[in-house]
């Protein structure tokens, strides 16, 4: 194989693909890119078997052939040499040189024979949606799910579609977060759980605005990612997901709203008080129109007070102060309405449009 | 005690004096910040017993008095507050209020009679230098010291004063980094061993430029730093310092020129070959005008080549690569100067003006 590509093409691709490449293997060649110039393109690829990434990067193929490279190294020597045309040769025995103006590297490379190539998957329709879009939805989903579980679908995204209607669901047993997205095209119905590490992957590589779209296909075991000249293919997570409608109770006796902002800022003040060691909850005391939030733990105690429009009862409700936080740091809305039904039911906190519903289990606190 | 400062002062103030508080300590009253409002202005203060820094915070005095608080926490209560007044008070037991707008925090605090204040030291003709000009001076220097050494000398710096000069010294057995810098006013004679910690926390503290002023006081067995509204006070190092113009030959056989810039940035990628684990030194063949560098490792080879100015012989020469990487980022020219006698005695780089000399010691190499 010989390619000639520009550093700075070649830094991209490496970028994107190093994404889905395990950090450390059973299988050493999955630690490596695969540079395929076996067509008429060059493209790299990233895989771990769970997760899969193909890129198309830009060059000249003098001679045709396949390499597999250590992705540290390369990634690492990529982005050290000029900002200059680069040339990747490798002999019958994968030994490459990579030359770039006066820089001569000769490394051992591997054949890529045992490299696991992204799976090739049949798609229909797609579901089309702006890479702005899916990127804001994975940002305001995705830190609800659990990273380690027992329960495997609990590390996972649900998505489903219906009536061209996007609806992602996340929770992890204390929480939940919803968001709706209406699609710009009309897709078939359909529901899977796709892995958040996937879509957290994803969402580090998607660049494009509100005007770049993404094609998303589901099949029955994967998910297809398709953008610019990128594949990112992911294994979806087996199983039935939880049946979220009945969590949420749609009852309430205290209606609160206030400024999403002044909330987030008082509320991530009082984790000063509380370290991970001891997770002591925030205590809400919504009286009349004024809410006092107060944390007690070793250090010591804080006391905040804010304004805010009170319909309903007054309630002492408490919280963890990150869950809370996690939540309002993704709504982009300036004021945001809470819906308290008693001390032991969760809070909802969702739009009139129906765009989100942030859900929170309330921590058990003897009140005073 | 009742002060109130506004929170940008106090916030400004931590900042400073944390530089100086242990993360962790067998006397716990050194992990708090002392707060002194006792005389008709505000000080914090910071002291791990090595080094004490102290600061004036702006703010009014409402009821003089003192009080000793958790540093990790006060800091960080303070960075977090909104930028407003903020009252500190103190009950008779210590116990404070920290208010700022709608927030209300309780913390105990301690009496500060076990706090160490910084020692009272009688004070001399400074040496005035600017800023900007010791925070270059720390910068270019305090790389090349020990980390950690059995030979205390060898953590700090020899800062000596011979004819309102100043020359700095710092060596770790591998390499010797020297600085001089003439002083704009006239200072005595004097010369002594600063800790390294030391002068890197006034580094990083230092925020003035060319035209602000540091007045520094070396006495018996301390040296101190005085400049804006902050004093930082450290313990010196005992002991003789080595010497070093014995080190420093100033016989040559090769003379090579060439640019800095081309030459970090070669050095620099040569590091890719070579993790910590396995030092690989990297080979300099300096043949005619040309520079080739290269570097072998158990993951390939690298070849580098430039042009430079060279006087006298043929050399070929192996370095550590991260002792050349380190002087040369501190050197701001843009050629640098290389004086070599042969492939085992120390490479010198230094400028005609006397500024700055870096000694780096050969790596054995084997010559094929």
Not at 151 to 168: F, H, P, W
Not at 228 to 241: F, M
Not at 246 to 257: A, C, Q, R
Request: charged share 25%; hydrophobic share 40%.
């Amino acid at each position: 194989m010989k390619i000639t590509c520009e550093q700075a093409s070649l830094a991209k691709g490496v970028n994107i693909v190093s994404k889905a490449v395990p950090v450390r293997s059973t299988m050493p060649i999955l630690e490596c890119i695969l540079i395929d110039a076996s067509t008429n393109r060059i493209t790299m690829t990233g895989n771990d078997m769970e997760l899969g990434i193909e890129t198309v990067v830009e060059g000249t193929i003098e001679e045709r052939g396949v390499v597999a490279l250590d992705a540290k190294f390369f990634a690492e020597l990529i982005r050290k040499i000029p900002n200059a045309p680069v040339t990747i040769e490798t002999d019958e025995t994968w030994h490459t040189t990579i030359t770039c103006e006066k820089t001569v590297v000769r490394v051992p490379g591997k054949s890529g024979e045992d490299f696991a190539y992204i799976p090739v998957i049949p798609r229909n329709n797609p579901v089309v949606i702006s890479q702005m879009g899916l990127r804001d939805l994975i940002r305001q989903t995705t830190f609800a799910a659990a990273l380690n579980n027992n329960n495997k679908l609990m590390t996972g995204e649900y998505m489903e579609i219906v009536d061209s209607r996007l609806k992602a669901v996340t929770l992890d047993g204390n929480r939940i977060a919803i968001r709706n997205v209406v699609l710009g095209t009309e897709a078939d119905d359909s529901a899977c759980v796709v892995p958040v590490k996937a879509l957290n992957e994803v969402g580090k590589i998607l660049d494009g605005g509100a005007d770049d779209l993404i094609n998303i296909y589901f099949t029955e075991n994967h998910v297809i990612f398709e953008f610019n000249d990128t594949t990112v293919v992911s294994r979806l997570i087996d199983g039935e997901y939880f049946k979220i409608d009945h969590m949420i109770s749609s009852d309430f006796v205290t209606k609160m709203t206030c400024n999403k902002k002044a909330l987030l800022d008082s509320i991530d003040r009082s984790t000063i008080m509380s370290r991970e060691a001891d997770k002591k909850p925030i205590v809400f005391r919504i009286e009349g129109q004024t809410l006092s939030m107060s944390i007690e733990s070793i250090y010591g105690t804080m006391n905040e007070e804010m304004e805010v429009a009170k319909e309903g009862a007054d309630m002492i409700i408490g919280f963890n102060p990150k869950y809370l936080i996690d939540a309002l740091r993704v709504i982009d809305d300036e004021d945001i309405t809470f819906y308290l039904l008693n001390t032991k039911s969760p809070a909802i906190i969702k739009d009139d449009e129906g765009n989100y519903t942030y859900v929170v289990l309330p921590i058990n606190i003897s009140v005073r």
